[in-house]
């Protein structure tokens, strides 16, 4: 059974940086794509980033060039590397593993608990 473990999480001022590691402490699991999530108070939860077993990269348009997601898909490890983090990227983040069937059907998704990030301005 998959469980998501995330860590790394905290409070920072506006421009500061944060790194959160999500790994899966159940068994490990054939997973296709892994990423994170985040979540604001009064919003919709939203992709940040996510990675591939391929190597391919999906970002958010409003982290690109700051966020930096990297991991090992087989090992069900993820990490999200945040940089020149602003007030509006304050929000619950939540790691994502997902299993496939092709490229957009999903059979399984998988959730952490969540991470708070808070930056303060």
């Known amino acids: 059974q998959v469980q998501l473990v995330e860590s790394g999480g905290g409070l920072v001022q506006a421009g500061g940086s944060l790194r959160l590691s999500c790994a899966n402490s159940?068994?490990?699991?054939?997973?296709?794509?892994m990423g994170w999530y985040r979540q604001a108070p009064g919003k919709q939860r939203e992709l940040v980033a996510a990675?591939?077993?391929?190597?391919?990269?999906n970002y958010a348009d409003s982290v690109k060039g700051r966020f930096t997601i990297s991991g090992d898909i087989a090992k069900n490890t993820v990490y999200l590397q945040m940089n020149g983090l602003k007030a509006e990227d304050t929000a619950v983040y939540y790691c994502?593993?997902?299993?496939?069937?092709?490229?957009?059907?999903?059979?399984?998704?998988?959730w952490g608990q969540g991470t708070q990030v808070t930056v303060s301005s």
């Open positions: 994502n593993a997902r299993r496939l069937l092709g490229t957009t059907v999903v059979i399984n998704d998988y």
């Open positions: 159940g068994s490990i699991f054939r997973i296709n794509t």
């Open positions: 990675i591939t077993g391929g190597g391919g990269l």
